[in-house]
């Protein structure tokens, strides 16, 4: 007999002590919880400093309406946002080549709706702005990433 009783309050112990650390974790998971939720930003950001001031390219942007799909989307985004489009090289070195002033002028016409370089940077402007990068580490991040020697076609 006195081994049962000596057995159950080992027992006993245990229970609690394995308790009391589930008990811990789940605290410890709801904390982790609460602070991540409780500083998580929200998915669109409002922009920094948004773009403000006169547009170099004053043509109308086309209507996003003329084409579709993927296309249609990086026309609604240059209306969206023209001033960050406008402050844009465009990499496909279209000044050179069609005499354009930015990024924004291949969506003046059908060019950017052509050009895998033009909408990509469109493309990754657009999620940047809604990081809520600002117009300066927009400008800095296409540049990097869009880079390329120029070389006549």
């Given at each position: 007999?006195?081994k049962?009783?000596?057995?159950r309050?080992?027992?006993s112990?245990?229970s609690?002590?394995?308790?009391s650390?589930?008990a811990?974790?789940i605290l410890?998971?709801?904390?982790?919880g609460?602070v991540?939720?409780?500083t998580?930003?929200e998915?669109k950001?409002?922009?920094?400093a948004?773009?403000?001031g006169?547009l170099?390219?004053?043509?109308?942007?086309m209507s996003d309406?003329?084409?579709?799909?993927?296309?249609?989307?990086?026309?609604?985004?240059?209306?969206e946002i023209?001033?960050?489009?406008?402050?844009?090289?465009?990499?496909?070195?279209?000044?050179?080549n069609?005499?354009?002033?930015?990024l924004?002028?291949c969506y003046t016409n059908?060019?950017g709706?052509k050009?895998?370089?033009?909408?990509g940077?469109?493309?990754y402007?657009?999620?940047?702005y809604?990081?809520?990068?600002?117009?300066?580490?927009?400008?800095?991040?296409v540049d990097k990433?869009?880079y390329?020697p120029y070389?006549r076609?």
């Amino acid at each position: 007999m006195g081994k049962n009783k000596l057995g159950r309050k080992s027992t006993s112990k245990i229970s609690k002590k394995r308790i009391s650390s589930i008990a811990l974790g789940i605290l410890v998971c709801f904390i982790v919880g609460g602070v991540y939720f409780g500083t998580k930003q929200e998915l669109k950001v409002p922009p920094v400093a948004p773009a403000t001031g006169f547009l170099i390219e004053t043509r109308p942007i086309m209507s996003d309406g003329v084409f579709t799909g993927r296309v249609a989307e990086a026309y609604r985004i240059a209306a969206e946002i023209p001033k960050v489009i406008d402050s844009l090289f465009c990499y496909c070195y279209c000044k050179k080549n069609h005499q354009h002033k930015t990024l924004l002028t291949c969506y003046t016409n059908k060019h950017g709706s052509k050009c895998d370089i033009c909408l990509g940077e469109v493309f990754y402007a657009y999620e940047l702005y809604n990081q809520g990068k600002t117009l300066d580490e927009i400008v800095i991040a296409v540049d990097k990433k869009f880079y390329r020697p120029y070389r006549r076609t």
